[in-house]
């Protein structure tokens, strides 16, 4: 089969709630790969038949957001066990891709830090931090952190990861093809939080024009929020996963609020920067700082919620053409020659997997854009529409999405199947003919994921009951 790369994304390494981090009884994370992990190793190996692609590891792989460093990196180690075993065929190059996303910005962060350190270190005098990377081409950052894991595995030896930020793609000029990769969270109005205060301030469009505005506006927003609240002791654990809150408006009101009330707090306690002090038309610094956080971490999880039912809503929609009609476009512009004739995009963040055509201003052809979804358990249950699925891309830039699994709405789970944009492909029809050779491997995975999903759904049920107990006993009393 002409798989080239494997896309994989929000993995989510090291929370507990994540199909693929082995935690023990005791809720620790175990030696080794998962039963899931170890089923989906084999069963895409069988599938390759012997191809060894790239991975493409697109954002929220390492849950740094909200889990502790070492538990990420014990949950890292994992992974390479499954996918480059010291003995027995390894699935993957040992070039990994890894472009960061909203959970592990951290990652880009230091990456952006060791850049500007070398840069002082051979005698040059850099103006700023690097904002963003080349779109297309190697990208030439390493991270560290995870090379300094794969280090722990001495067999490993020349095994190298490469980070992109927020972008990473594969064009082909003589096809006219191309594949651009975004982990998704700049699609999300919440991860745009300082470019609405912008827009406010200066009564201007809020959505940035390009790349390097979308990340020099944001990029701190996204440090603030989420990417390593996972070492922050009881203060990341307050926070929680925003995810959680989206089961009621109760829920996120409340974090909307909180969170300003623990800015305002702080800059009038540390800074001696007065909240109520007026901006603009009599608007106060508590106004503008409580509407920036409505309008971004409780409106959004708003809409989230009301989503659970489709993959898209129309505000989502239109931001997905704007990322890519707008910045992503003028990124391309800048490095190609030409627009690409064929372009496809490949995001994850929603956990939500989805495959589909989107017309884009600027682009003969409709984009084809394609989901992964994620490996984690958001809620309770999984909603019909939340799942996960990997992206195959092929020598010759076509993609196509190996659905894994969706929520088993009527007590089973819809079988391991390929699907493609609705473009004719060649790819397609290839990895179904595998996976189909395959589905016996496949078929032990769905397996091994239903009654995983049922296990940590009764758990959640059990501790919701018991929480909702406790909280009647203590108004009783």
């Not at 901006?279 to 920036?292: F, Q, S, W």
Request: glycine share 10%; net charge negative; charged share 25%.
């Amino acid at each position: 089969m002409s798989v080239r790369y494997v896309v994989l994304s929000d993995i989510h390494l090291g929370a507990r709630d994540s199909l693929l981090t082995h935690i023990d009884g005791a809720g620790a994370i175990a030696d080794g790969p998962s039963e899931v992990l170890r089923a989906f190793t084999a069963a895409i190996g069988e599938t390759m038949g012997g191809v060894k692609p790239q991975l493409v590891l697109l954002g929220d792989a390492l849950d740094l957001g909200l889990s502790p460093f070492g538990d990420v990196s014990k949950s890292f180690l994992q992974l390479l066990d499954a996918f480059f075993p010291k003995e027995g065929p390894e699935l993957f190059q040992r070039e990994i891709i890894y472009i960061a996303g909203n959970h592990d910005h951290h990652l880009w962060r230091m990456a952006q830090d060791h850049g500007f350190v070398t840069a002082l270190q051979s005698g040059e005098l850099p103006g700023d931090l690097e904002a963003v990377t080349a779109v297309f081409g190697t990208p030439r950052h390493r991270c560290r952190l995870m090379e300094s894991l794969i280090a722990h595995r001495p067999h490993l030896t020349g095994a190298s990861v490469r980070i992109a930020y927020p972008n990473w793609g594969i064009s082909d000029r003589e096809s006219g093809r191309a594949v651009v990769m975004h982990h998704g969270h700049y699609l999300d109005g919440m991860y745009r939080s300082l470019s609405n205060v912008r827009g406010f301030l200066e009564d201007s469009d809020p959505r940035p024009s390009t790349m390097r505005q979308l990340e020099q506006e944001n990029g701190p927003w996204i440090d603030f929020l989420w990417s390593d609240l996972g070492s922050a002791g009881d203060v990341g654990g307050e926070v929680g996963s925003l995810y959680e809150t989206m089961l009621s408006a109760g829920a996120s009101h409340d974090f909307a609020e909180g969170l300003a009330r623990r800015i305002t707090g702080g800059l009038h306690t540390k800074m001696g920067i007065n909240p109520k002090m007026p901006l603009k038309y009599g608007v106060t610094l508590d106004n503008l700082i409580r509407a920036g956080i409505d309008i971004t971490a409780g409106r959004t999880a708003e809409r989230q919620r009301d989503g659970y039912g489709h993959v898209l809503g129309a505000d989502e929609i239109d931001d997905l053409g704007w990322y890519i009609g707008t910045p992503l476009a003028r990124a391309m512009d800048d490095e190609l020659a030409e627009r690409p004739r064929e372009l496809s995009f490949i995001f994850g963040h929603t956990h939500k997997p989805f495959q589909d055509e989107l017309k884009v201003d600027g682009f003969g052809l409709p984009v084809a854009v394609f989901n992964t979804g994620g490996w984690v358990l958001d809620e309770p249950t999984l909603m019909p529409v939340q799942g996960c699925a990997a992206m195959l891309v092929s020598d010759t830039l076509e993609v196509a999405s190996l659905r894994l699994f969706n929520d088993p709405t009527d007590g089973t789970i819809a079988p391991v199947r390929v699907e493609g944009s609705g473009r004719v492909s060649r790819l397609v029809e290839e990895a179904s003919q595998a996976v189909d050779r395959a589905s016996a491997s496949w078929a032990d995975f769905s397996r091994l994921v239903h009654a995983r999903i049922i296990e940590e759904a009764d758990k959640r049920t059990r501790e919701l009951l018991e929480r909702s107990n406790t909280q009647l006993r203590e108004a009783a009393e």
